[in-house]
């Protein structure tokens, strides 16, 4: 039995990043990019007007206000999409929308609001300072720069950006194909009749939604029954994809030889047990290179192991940096006791009260119980070496639903 550390730096030293594809950008977000991106032109692409305003050269401005303000005649007006056809001249404005080039002879945007019309004048009644309103050429982004490095998340902001330097397709790494497989012969799918004995498979749908959250591409195959052909032949039909999943058949029952089946398959296992409550059964192996996990049969073991172990592989495979759930410090409002030995992940509920972060387990701990599992926003981490922990101890906590940090109310 190793410990969870030990696992994880096991589990990830043998993933290996997706190759790349190309997509269009309204399709990238999300996704991990896998080229720089430099800019092909400056933006904005020409001086342009910050405001709606008047374009004037400044020397005409010089010392207005209200009580004696500058008097110009309006020559053209000027709508953003259109150039002027008129060069400013000494005395002249021209009336001129947000985003509109800059005339020839303007040098300065005075904003409408200080301005007055007087018939086909304009009075001026404020000094603007020379250069104001005017966004100048290539002040956000100039011609050749790094605007998106590779390795970097696609966010809305960087679709943005891609698409102002007038990149449509853009190339990402790969969604890994993810298999998940459920064994027993207790399993019923969702829609089939429960008789006595027998259990609806609902790791095969929290597995698949679990990949899906990473933004891996997750597809069922469905009940492998407790034999080893059963076993074998959806294991056959799981070599299609990038990442295996199988939950239950790994710990020591006299049915449990999903770890055998993976040898037979050519699979190198690395190790089948760990350290940590819940989901001391976990089996990690290779098949020509893809990484299969052997997740337990209870529900909220088979949950965790992928929050440690799989979640990570998965987003180190679509080339991502940050492949770790944050872990936060917290105050403890409850006393907890377990047995030394091993790592604990307890279903944990986070609030931010008073300027701190505090924390209670979320119900029953329980490895079937997935109430307290809905009920959590986080897992509580309680070290293996101690047995005792205290209420007003500050503990680590790692976060998997952010939703607490939502405010009903701006707040501003």
């Not at 027993?184 to 698949?208: A, F, P, Q, R, W």
Request: aromatic letters at 6%; charged letters at 25%; one cysteine or more.
């Amino acid at each position: 039995m190793i410990s969870v550390e030990e696992a994880l730096s096991l589990i990830l030293s043998q993933i290996r990043e997706m190759g790349s594809e190309r997509v269009d950008i309204t399709s990238s977000l999300g996704r991990v990019i896998a080229e720089d991106i430099y800019a092909k032109r400056n933006n904005p692409p020409w001086d342009n007007s910050a405001m709606d305003g008047y374009a004037v050269m400044n020397e005409d401005i010089m010392s207005a206000n209200r009580e004696n303000p500058a008097i110009l005649k309006v020559i053209e007006d000027l709508p953003a999409g259109y150039t002027a056809k008129n060069s400013v001249n000494k005395g002249e404005a021209i009336r001129i929308m947000t985003g509109a080039p800059i005339p020839m002879g303007a040098d300065t945007v005075v904003m409408v609001e200080d301005t007055e019309k007087d018939g086909e004048n304009v009075k001026i009644l404020r000094e603007t300072p020379l250069g104001e309103n005017i966004r100048r050429t290539g002040e956000d982004i100039k011609t050749g720069e790094l605007v998106v490095p590779e390795g970097s998340l696609i966010r809305p902001a960087e679709v943005g950006i891609m698409a102002t330097c007038g990149r449509a397709f853009v190339s990402v790494y790969q969604r890994p194909r993810v298999a998940v497989v459920s064994t027993g012969d207790e399993l019923v799918d969702v829609d089939e009749e429960i008789t006595e004995g027998k259990i609806v498979t609902s790791n095969s749908y929290t597995l698949s939604a679990m990949a899906a959250d990473c933004g891996a591409d997750p597809f069922q195959l469905g009940i492998a029954r407790d034999t080893r052909e059963a076993l074998k032949e959806k294991l056959r039909q799981a070599l299609h994809a990038d990442v295996i999943i199988t939950s239950g058949g790994v710990s020591v029952g006299d049915f449990d030889f999903v770890k055998d089946v993976l040898k037979e398959l050519g699979s190198e296992m690395k190790f089948w047990k760990v350290a940590m409550k819940p989901g001391k059964p976990l089996a990690f192996g290779t098949i020509g290179g893809k990484p299969a996990f052997g997740l337990p049969g209870n529900p909220v073991s088979c949950m965790v192991c992928f929050e440690q172990f799989v979640r990570p592989s998965i987003l180190k495979m679509m080339g991502h940096s940050r492949i770790y759930r944050p872990v936060i410090k917290a105050t403890l409002k409850e006393d907890i006791k377990k047995k030394t030995g091993r790592k604990h992940f307890m279903r944990s509920f986070v609030r931010f009260e008073d300027g701190q972060y505090t924390v209670t387990t979320s119900g029953d701990q329980g490895s079937g119980i997935l109430k307290s599992m809905v009920a959590a926003n986080a897992l509580l981490i309680f070290p293996e070496e101690l047995s005792l922990l205290k209420a007003g101890d500050k503990v680590k906590v790692q976060l998997i639903d952010r939703s607490f940090e939502y405010s009903e109310a701006p707040g501003y």
